[in-house]
């Protein structure tokens, strides 16, 4: 195995925050609670924070060293149907489009949540469904968030999750790597 540092400090630490939030929102405090307000407070803080590191941050959590092509994504749809085990060093393809589709979606929830706790909001049905609908579809992307990482995990042979906790990546030998 060959290791590779990737994921700098700011990116996991903004990763497992996110993680915990999201969950404490979505499943431990009451919808009509002050602290599911200020959690989600934390999570718009999160994004914005991602958002920034996205533009300035290193290498690998720059937006423009892992912004999706067409061709990049097609790419990976073949070396998963052909049983090409290509390894990439930051975020796959498909994995770019459900950052940015979560990135997204959180940053929707939250300003329909912040919508909801103003008068002139307040109490209006479509921006409680639409803030409903969007969480419904931040849970779909995360348990195919996950379910893509263990199948990548599994398929390529590089400890995903250990990776975005470590930071390094270790990468079969006999990998094709795209940097």
């Not at 915990?20 to 002050?34: L, Y």
């Not at 995360?142 to 250990?162: D, K, M």
């Amino acid at each position: 195995m060959k290791k590779y540092r990737i994921w700098d400090p700011l990116v996991r630490l903004f990763h497992w925050t996110l993680v915990i939030a999201f969950a404490a929102n979505a499943f431990f405090t009451d919808d009509e609670s002050s602290l599911h307000e200020y959690v989600g407070y934390v999570v718009i803080g999160l994004v914005a924070i991602r958002l920034v590191w996205g533009v300035i941050g290193s290498k690998h959590a720059r937006f423009a060293d892992f912004f999706p092509t067409p061709a990049g994504v097609l790419a990976q749809i073949s070396d998963i149907a052909t049983g090409r085990r290509s390894v990439h060093l930051g975020h796959t393809p498909l994995g770019a489009l459900m950052i940015l589709n979560l990135l997204a979606t959180l940053a929707a929830i939250g300003a329909t949540g912040y919508l909801m706790t103003t008068n002139a909001f307040w109490g209006v049905e479509w921006v409680e469904e639409t803030h409903e609908a969007l969480v419904i579809w931040a849970e779909i992307s995360i348990v195919a968030h996950v379910a893509a990482v263990i199948f990548e995990s599994l398929r390529t042979g590089v400890n995903l999750p250990r990776a975005m906790v470590t930071g390094v990546k270790s990468v079969p030998e006999d990998a094709k790597l795209v940097p």
